[in-house]
């Protein structure tokens, strides 16, 4: 979800405005997901790189409106049916954060209908080296790819079909980087405060034209 500084900047706002703003778009994305059937949704909110690179005030910013996010529009995502899943190291966001975190698993846990995975505190070589550490810690020391996936955050979830990043930038940054080794990848444009839901019908029709092979001939 990249491009809520450059959109907020643009129109002479301030870069909070624009994360409130991102947050917008990521009910109608959600909603859409679900709309058009699709079974998993992730969300990059937050890396581990994030810390060092923002200023602390944002940092601070952000984390009340995921907080917020997390207990206002996630409750109605329990209603409807959704189950909420977190990729990353949660240990140490902000307690607040972790309550209302563990909350909302909790309450979603039996939930059927779409899945919708925050990336918070992510990094994907991190989750590597996490999950090999936790491997060698059971005393195993030859692995197969399967035992990796089982200690991903991701583990029981589907490898990504697709990959979209916005706001012009072409690069994967550290993003899920073991299981998107398949995915097709779409680059936009376009900030991320301005995705909507025809912004996914034509992410999907773009996906719908692609021909996966796999390493095989089509
Ligand atoms: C994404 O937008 C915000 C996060 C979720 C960390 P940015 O804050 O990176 O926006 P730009 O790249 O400065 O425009
Ligand atoms: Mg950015």
């Not at 058009?36 to 602390?56: D, H, M, Q, T």
């Not at 405060?193 to 021909?211: A, C, G, H, M, Q």
Request: proline residues 2%; aromatic residues 10%.
């Amino acid at each position: 979800m990249d491009g809520n500084g450059r959109w907020a900047t643009q129109r002479g706002l301030s870069r909070s405005d624009g994360h409130r703003q991102g947050a917008e778009a990521l009910k109608k994305v959600i909603k859409e997901c679900s709309q058009l059937g699709i079974k998993v949704v992730s969300v990059y909110a937050f890396s581990c790189e994030n810390w060092s690179k923002r200023p602390k005030a944002e940092i601070k910013f952000l984390f009340s409106l995921i907080t917020q996010f997390v207990k206002k529009e996630m409750k109605d995502y329990v209603k409807s049916g959704y189950r909420v899943r977190f990729s990353g190291d949660l240990s140490q966001l902000p307690k607040a954060t972790q309550n209302a975190i563990n909350k909302v698993i909790e309450a979603s846990k039996n939930n059927d209908g779409l899945i919708v995975n925050i990336a918070l505190n992510y990094g994907s070589r991190q989750e590597i080296v996490k999950a090999v550490n936790t491997i060698l810690q059971s005393g195993i020391r030859e692995i197969d790819e399967q035992m990796l996936e089982d200690c991903l955050y991701t583990a029981g979830l589907p490898e990504l079909d697709l990959v979209v990043r916005s706001s012009g930038e072409k690069r994967l940054s550290n993003f899920m980087l073991w299981q998107c080794s398949y995915s097709e990848l779409i680059f936009l444009d376009k900030y991320w405060p301005d995705f909507d839901e025809k912004t996914v019908e034509d992410i999907l029709k773009e996906y719908s034209n692609r021909d996966r092979r796999f390493g095989g001939i089509s």
